[in-house]
């Protein structure tokens, strides 16, 4: 059975830092394409970034240089590094299981608020 | 980038009755059309892709149809657990892929 499991959201500072993870189980995050998007309170859903099975990553223009994607192999565990974060990143944050067309799988999110 | 827009923003429908949600791409993106259901405080869930096939799990009274710019989301008969918003979401162009603003469907 697939699982993705988010952990790392927090209430953090403008300017501050956070790691957000996805653990997964029931397949091989290496071997997949996977996605995050995050949901604003109230709001609809935004993509935010995917990393290929190849290990390329891509970003929306709101988070790039400030987003880092990366992953774990051994830990088959997918990471989003947000830096610079600003009062506009606050969300719930999902990994997902990216088809290349489709998200077929979906974590339960994180909240991440950023707040003074 | 693409540009979905779902229609209408709330629809209220009696239980056992039959839901239309509509979703329209800002240009022709063949048949590259998903839908997902999300439910309040839970993650959203792949109904639909391709728009009309259905996802593993989705009861046959879940259709999807359309192709071009224009789609159609059907509920057959309205159970109460089928309550929820519905986004569609583009994948013809893949960077970024673009999620509808969603359907609120409640009880009449």
């Known amino acids: 059975e697939v699982q993705l499991v988010e952990s790392g959201g927090d209430l953090v500072q403008p300017g501050g830092s956070l790691r957000l993870s996805c653990a997964a189980s029931?397949?091989?995050?290496?071997?997949?394409?996977m996605t995050w998007v995050r949901q604003a309170p109230g709001e609809g859903l935004q993509w935010v970034s995917v990393i290929y099975s190849g290990g390329s990553t891509y970003y929306a223009d709101s988070v790039k240089g400030r987003f880092t994607l990366s992953r774990d192999n051994s830990k088959n565990t997918l990471y989003l590094q947000m830096n610079s974060l600003r009062p506009e990143d606050t969300a719930v944050y999902y990994c997902?299981?990216?088809?290349?067309?489709?998200?077929?799988?979906w974590g339960q999110g994180t909240l991440v608020t950023v707040s003074s | 980038e693409i540009v979905m827009t779902q229609s209408p923003a709330t629809l209220s429908v009696s239980p056992g009755e039959r839901a239309t949600l509509s979703c329209r791409a800002s240009q022709s993106i063949s048949s590259t059309l998903a839908w997902y259901q999300q439910k309040p405080g839970q993650a959203p869930r792949l109904l639909i892709y391709?728009?009309?096939t259905r996802a593993t799990g989705i009861p046959a009274r879940f259709s999807g149809s359309g192709s071009g710019t224009e789609f159609t989301l059907t509920i057959s008969s309205l159970q109460s657990e089928d309550f929820a918003v519905y986004y569609c979401?583009?994948?013809?162009?893949?960077?970024?892929?673009?999620f509808g603003q969603g359907t609120r469907l409640e009880i009449k």
């Open positions: 997902a299981v990216d088809t290349a067309k489709y998200l077929a799988y």
């Open positions: 391709d728009a009309s």
């Open positions: 979401q583009q994948y013809n162009d893949w960077l970024p892929i673009t």
């Open positions: 029931g397949f091989t995050v290496s071997t997949n394409y």
